[in-house]
Structure formats: C-alpha cells, structure tokens
T-cell receptor, first 115, second 111 residues
Framework: EPEVTQTPSHQVTQMGQEVILRCVPI?????FYWYRQILGQKVEFLVS????????KSEIFDDQFSVERPDGSNFTLKIRSTKLEDSAMYFC?????????????FGPGTRLTVL | QKEVEQDPGPLSVPEGAIVSLNCTYS??????FMWYRQYSRKGPELLMY????GNKEDGRFTAQVDKSSKYISLFIRDSQPSDSATYLC???????????FGQGTILTVHP
C-alpha cells in the first residue's frame, strides 16, 4: 500500500541553524501539507501546497519557513534559523485530486530537537 | 472558545467494551470530518471520514456527525487491546483545505 515517507526520522540541531525536512508524498497525489505537533499538544497546520505554490499558511509559518517541491517526488520544509520553540514532530501529508473527501495521509514524522 | 474541543481523557476500558469518543466544534463552515488514530511518536493514521451529517460504519467503527449540534462521535465496538492509542478528530471546511485537529483522546483497552 502506498505511503508517505519522511526523512530523517530524528534531527538534532543547534539554535540558529538551518534544517531541511524531507517528504516523499504518495505518488499521483496533488495536495501536500506540513503539520507540526509539539509534545503533548495538538497537531497544528503549517502550510498547504498545490500546483507548485502555497495555497494556505498558518500564522506559525512565518518568514523563517519555506516549502519546495524540487522535483516530481520530493516535498521539503526548510527552517532557516531554528529556535528552541521549533522543537516538535513535523508531519507531511498528501491528498489525491480525485476523491471528494479530505482524506489526508500522513507520514511517520520527523522529530526535530533544537538545542 | 476553541475551534475544536476533545476530551483528552485518558479513557480506560476493558476488552470488549463499547467506546465512545467525541468532539465538539464551533466553526459552522466545517463540512468534512475525520478520525485519526495515533500511536506514540507516530504519524496520524486515517480511520474514518464523513461528509456533513449522518452515520458511517466500517467494521467495528462507526462515525456520527450532528452538524446541528456541532458534535461528532466515533464508536468502537468490541474494543481490543490493539485499539489502545490516541484518537484525534479532525475537520475542514473544504475537500482539500487544512485540517483542524482536536487535542486527542488517549484510550487504553485492557485485557
């Protein structure tokens, strides 16, 4: 069964460093999302991406964040200068362009630890 | 008022029990309702999805939506220890838009 994959599973970085989180969405899916979950808190929406552009972003997704689909398979989230409060699980999700329900399939997540 | 409210539990039930998980919401624009299951430090796994009001059944799981009360439920029949996880409700206003999640309910089914 096709699934969303994410790398790395765990990333440790120093405050102020840049990180890139990678995702491979399900093949043929057209809508892509990033969410994050701070430990013990709810899953929060960051950004959605469709047709090679951002379709919606949250207040969290400020100028320090960017997303890119560099080729036909990868979808990346970049944090330019990490802060302690960026420590969280980051989930990528994707959805096809056919079904009329909002079935978003999530990857296993990348745990980001900022020291 | 939070957009989506979900009792975090924890909820502990014996094997074989019927489990009822619930969420309330305030945004009347929500039309699409999902239930996800999440194991510790893993990604949310889609369990059920419904559109607008009504019931949907899939095996031991039944999802209900009451838009007039802004209330959704997930029922698990004949619960099993393997059902032990955190259950997240999620909803959206469109068929492709962002999901807004509840806090999640921690469920433990003990043998």
């Amino acid at each position: 069964e096709p699934e969303v994959t994410q790398t790395p599973s765990h990333q440790v970085t120093q405050m102020g460093q840049e990180v890139i989180l990678r995702c491979v969405p399900i093949s043929n899916h057209l809508y892509f999302y990033w969410y994050r979950q701070i430990l013990g808190q709810k899953v929060e929406f960051l950004v959605s991406f469709y047709n090679n552009e951002i379709s919606e972003k949250s207040e969290i997704f400020d100028d320090q964040f960017s997303v890119e689909r560099p080729d036909g398979s990868n979808f990346t989230l970049k944090i330019r200068s990490t802060k302690l409060e960026d420590s969280a699980m980051y989930f990528c999700a994707s959805k096809d362009g056919i079904t009329s329900y909002n079935e978003q399939f999530f990857g296993p997540g990348t745990r980001l630890t900022v020291l | 008022q939070k957009e989506v409210e979900q009792d975090p539990g924890p909820l502990s039930v014996p094997e074989g029990a019927i489990v009822s998980l619930n969420c309330t919401y305030s945004n009347s624009a929500f039309q699409y309702f999902m239930w996800y299951r999440q194991y510790s430090r893993k990604g949310p796994e889609l369990l059920m999805y419904t559109y607008s009001s009504g019931n949907k059944e899939d095996g031991r799981f039944t999802a209900q939506v009451d838009k007039s009360s802004k209330y959704i439920s997930l029922f698990i029949r004949d619960s099993q220890p393997s059902d032990s996880a955190t259950y997240l409700c999620a909803m959206s206003a469109s068929s492709y838009g962002k999901l807004t999640f509840g806090q999640g309910t921690i469920l433990t089914v003990h043998p």
